[in-house]
């Protein structure tokens, strides 16, 4: 934060060159999907893929008043099982009226099975939305630079962090109009299934794209014990690069008895502008439900052979490289 007594970030300084600047139109419409999170397009650094991801009513606390927070993150699937990458970066918001970033350092140590930051609060909400120098036009520009890495692994190899030009994208979310689609997919075998590593829904078109649901019956490379569960493109689909969509999505493990459903939302995602691999290898969980819940008799998630998994779809915007 700011100096004692304010609540505003405090100024980063002229060294402060954003990796990734990220431009969020139509705030408002943000704040009215509720979603808890939009993460932006993946951007490169050091040989890594990153994403920024903001909470826009991120809380400390249960009665804490509402922050716009930040986080970053790093993809999975460019991460060895045995690496850590420590890495310490600037995440930031640009205050049109005095022409700079503001915001906060921080640090993390990311693995396969730690891949986000902490939320850190930049600047309350309400804050904001009252503001004329963070907010302008109903949008508002977050950066990210990542100062330093190191990589822990066997190797122990060196990473210079990259100075290149800024990546620079737009998201802009609509207030109606939204594309919505459901799916569900009853598998009357699953006792079978559960002998395979991974099996895969029929495929779905929504919005004009294909999916499927990619189940890990016994849980993926990532998991604690628990059956990973994500939607996925279906990768014969050819993505254009210049836009993407943003799409919310909803995962469910129907409870067959007792109707307690087992449910995870995302937060806004970009499918498509760079997000290929992501969408492909999938939105979703690793640890969705644990293995001994799924499998309790006294539970409805498998009726004798039969399990059921709803997918809820809503494209609510788009993405694209400004």
């Known amino acids: 934060m700011g100096n004692a007594g304010s609540t505003s970030p405090a100024s980063l300084g002229e060294t402060h060159v954003p990796h990734l600047k990220?431009?969020?139109?139509?705030?408002?419409?943000?704040?009215e999907t509720n979603a808890a999170s939009a993460v932006s397009s993946a951007f490169e650094c050091s040989g890594y893929r990153w994403f920024l991801r903001v909470s826009p009513k991120h809380k400390q606390g249960v009665m804490g008043n509402p922050y716009v927070a930040l986080s970053l993150e790093i993809y999975h699937a460019w991460l060895e099982q045995v690496h850590t990458v420590h890495a310490v970066f600037e995440l930031s918001i640009f205050?049109?009226?005095?022409?700079?970033?503001?915001?906060?350092?921080?640090?993390?140590?990311?693995?396969?099975?730690?891949t986000y930051s902490k939320p850190h609060c930049l600047i309350p909400l309400q804050e904001l939305l009252k503001s004329s120098a963070f907010l302008i036009d109903d949008s508002c520009v977050f950066g990210v630079e990542i100062l330093k890495i190191d990589v822990s692994s066997p190797e122990k190899k060196d990473v210079v962090v990259q100075k290149k030009a800024t990546t620079v994208q737009n998201l802009f979310i609509q207030k109606k109009g939204f594309i919505k689609?459901?799916?569900t997919w009853t598998m009357d075998n699953f006792l079978e299934l559960d002998l395979k590593h991974f099996v895969r829904s029929p495929t779905f078109e929504v919005g004009g794209l294909k999916w499927y649901v990619r189940m890990y019956p016994r849980g993926d490379k990532y998991s604690n014990d628990c059956l990973s569960l994500y939607l996925s493109l279906d990768d014969s689909v050819e993505l254009p690069l210049e836009s993407g969509k943003v799409v919310e999505l909803t995962l469910s493990i129907l409870d067959q008895k007792n109707v307690k459903h087992r449910t995870e939302t995302s937060g806004?995602?970009?499918?498509?502008?760079?997000?290929?691999?992501?969408?492909v290898q999938g939105m979703g969980s690793s640890?969705?439900?644990?293995?001994?819940?799924?499998?309790?008799?006294?539970g409805g998630y498998v009726v004798g052979s039969s399990c059921v998994v709803k997918a809820d779809l809503t494209i609510v915007g788009s993405s694209n490289d400004g």
């Open 22 to 31: 990220w431009k969020v139109h139509d705030f408002s419409a943000l704040l």
């Open 95 to 114: 205050n049109h009226s005095k022409g700079e970033y503001c915001g906060c350092k921080a640090s993390y140590n990311f693995d396969v099975k730690n």
């Open 181 to 183: 689609g459901t799916y």
């Open 268 to 279: 806004l995602w970009v499918c498509g502008q760079g997000h290929t691999l992501v969408c």
């Open 287 to 298: 640890n969705f439900i644990g293995l001994k819940e799924l499998k309790d008799p006294s």
